[in-house]
């Protein structure tokens, strides 16, 4: 289920001819899980009907059920960062996408989470960023939730980071990070504190808020 894959349907597809359409309606019919209607997704997402086709017949070619289990997107995710080990953050990303929490990423997950990460507002992003952080989905980012979350990101890099990183370089970011968006200083990030960070003409969390929606974008 690669970014680059379905990038890389969407822009072959373009060249098709439109008698492909027809038989995307028919393949849609076929499936086990029927995606929602696409009339219903187009009006959901920032995909439109043609856009959505495509994407569903990459997203049938990886999953032929119609859905993804968390050790297939674990599988697949893998695969893009063979240097390291990828499958703690593949479970957080993995519970970002499945937004009705119904243990599967289905195709309606799946084009929801996508078309905030290619063509959302900043808003928008920032939120789904905020969602991917707050682990235990409380409505709050706790230090701990901002470490496990950057340790499964070093876990992915693996040995390709350079310069190579000290054990207590994910603690010593989180300090950083936290310091900077938990304004209050209770001790948990709001959704507001997070925002309005990000937002700010900050180098730090310019970076921590690219470097999340960076890996978010590369993982799908
Ligand atoms: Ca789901
Ligand atoms: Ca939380
Ligand atoms: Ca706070």
Redesign the pocket.
């Known amino acids: 289920m690669g970014a680059l894959m379905v990038i890389f349907s969407l822009q072959k597809d373009q060249r098709r001819k439109r008698t492909d359409s027809v038989e995307d309606e028919l393949e849609l019919s076929a499936v086990r899980h029927r995606p929602e209607g696409l009339e219903q997704l187009e009006a959901l997402t920032r995909f439109n009907r043609k856009e959505l086709q495509i994407l569903y017949r990459g997203f049938k070619n990886e999953c032929p059920s119609g ?1 993804v289990n968390e050790d297939t997107f674990k599988d697949i995710y893998s695969q893009f960062f063979p240097q390291g080990d990828a499958s703690t953050y593949a479970h957080f990303l993995f519970n970002a ?10 195709f ?2 799946f084009v929801m989470g996508l078309s905030i990460l290619l063509r959302g507002s900043v808003q928008e992003k920032l939120n789904w960023a905020f969602n991917l952080y707050d682990i235990n989905k409380d409505g709050y980012i706790t230090k701990e939730e901002m470490l496990d979350i950057m340790k499964a990101i070093y876990d992915m890099m693996g040995k390709c980071t350079y310069p190579l990183l000290k054990d207590d370089t994910p603690r010593q970011h989180v300090e950083i990070f936290f310091q900077k968006m938990d304004k209050n200083k209770d001790g948990v990030v709001t959704i507001d504190e997070f925002i309005d960070c990000c937002q700010n003409v900050s180098y730090f969390c310019l970076l921590f808020c690219n470097r999340i929606i960076c890996f978010a974008q590369c993982s799908i």
Do not use: C, W
């Open positions: 859905v996408f499945d937004t009705d929490k119904d243990g599967s990423v289905s309606e997950d």
